[in-house]
């Protein structure tokens, strides 16, 4: 039909139709499938882009950021039962890799107007068991000023980074996914940079960690059928390799299409009903989503719908109030967390991509406009 879309995978893919097919051609007419030059092509060049010394491409962003904690393990900065500080308004994922490796979760409520952790709140949940903070760059905004960093040195803890929406995000001119000792990145086909399927990779410039990851992703081993770990199965396909190393060229492009659309929203939204999340540098966000806030969220949503507007909610649930883990030690039933939970009523991601024509962009806008 003729709704605006939310993401148009079809028109964006098609828009470098030809050098997909030819990098994905070339695979094929090579035959070889797994760790071969694809992939090490494509890891030097996003840890160029990225600014790190290493990056290792793994399976998907969820095991990208599990593989960063279970490396600490191994290495003995972590054990069961140590504090991971990270953002309650996160996606699944971002828990999920840490209680899968038997830590505990400590959820600090973002700040209303910027969305991400609230950067003054993370000493406060600070104890003995705390080993690393979690930042999460979510909806392409970043989540680090230069106090987490002092906070970590402070206290001697990791700063690992989700990227997994922040591809081409920066905070004075570092890459999110270098500002600290290690960062999960998803390609999954909806994020900034997608694949054909799924994806992900780690950057760091520790070459221990970086070593320790790319062999436990490989089945914990080295040398072939000798296993130092008990490893996992977590490696990128050549094919999303080679459509990874194409489309990342073209990143720094999409993303400015996408800061382009997003001053046009922020200078046309015009309803008192509708809040807009603080506007910060383009540097700063790369605009993964567009999230917008209303108390009557729902009903705006199905007025955008009939008025041929398609939206989304990121997210409806928050992690802690999921079935998973209503059971969960860390999960008391006093966490208090107003701010995520109003996020989580509140909001509605109106379309945001690289393809949204101009007509589009006004459609939008008129019927949030009209919404009363
Ligand atoms: C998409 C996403 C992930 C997980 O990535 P997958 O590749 O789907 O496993 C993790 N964290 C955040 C914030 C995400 O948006």
Redesign the pocket.
């Known amino acids: 039909d003729n709704m605006v879309k939310l993401l148009d995978l079809q028109a964006i893919t098609m828009m470098h139709g030809n050098e997909y097919r030819a990098a994905v051609n070339r695979v094929i007419e090579s035959g070889w499938f797994l760790q071969g030059n694809e992939n090490k092509q494509f890891e030097a060049d996003y840890a160029r882009y990225i600014g790190t010394d290493e990056c290792i491409a793994v399976a ?3 095991d990208a ?1 599990y593989l960063i904690m279970r490396a600490y393990k191994e290495m003995g900065f972590m054990q069961d039962g140590d504090e991971i500080i990270v953002p309650a308004n ?2 699944i ?2 828990i999920l890799a840490i209680t899968k490796n038997d830590l505990t979760p400590v959820l600090v409520e973002p700040t209303w107007d910027n969305l991400e952790i609230d950067i003054d709140k993370i000493e406060e949940a600070i104890t003995p068991k705390t080993k690393g903070v979690m930042i ?1 760059h ?1 909806y392409g905004r970043v989540a680090y000023n230069d106090k987490v960093g002092e906070i970590c040195k402070k206290h001697h803890l990791k700063l690992m980074e ?1 990227c ?2 922040s591809h081409g995000c920066s905070w004075k001119g570092v890459k999110t996914g270098a500002l600290g000792d290690a960062a999960a990145h ?1 390609f ?1 086909p909806g ?1 900034n940079l997608g694949a054909f399927g ?1 994806a ?1 990779a780690v950057t760091t410039s520790n070459p221990e960690l970086a070593s320790i990851i790319r062999t436990l992703a490989n089945y914990g081993s080295q040398k072939k059928y000798m296993f130092k770990y008990v490893g996992m199965n977590s490696r990128m396909s050549e094919p999303d390799a080679a459509v990874l190393y194409v489309k990342l060229k073209y990143l720094n492009e999409d993303n400015k299409k996408r800061q382009e659309l997003a001053a046009y929203y922020y200078e046309n939204i015009k309803n008192p009903l509708i809040t807009l999340p603080a506007r910060i540098a383009d540097e700063n966000n790369v605009y993964h989503q567009f999230p917008i806030f209303c108390e009557r969220r729902d009903e705006l949503q199905k007025f955008l719908a009939d008025n041929g507007v398609q939206t989304l909610i990121h997210y409806p649930i928050p992690p802690h109030h999921q079935e998973c883990y209503i059971e969960a030690a860390w999960n008391k039933p006093q966490l208090s967390l107003p701010i995520s939970e109003k996020i989580h009523e509140q909001e509605l991601s109106i379309p945001m991509n690289q393809v949204i024509l101009m007509e589009e962009a006004k459609i939008v806008v008129d019927a949030l406009n009209a919404f009363k």
Do not use: E, H, R
Request: hydrophobic share 35%.
């Open positions: 998907n962003g969820l950021l996160t996606y994922a971002t999460v979510l989700d997994a929406q998803s999954y994020k799924d992900g």
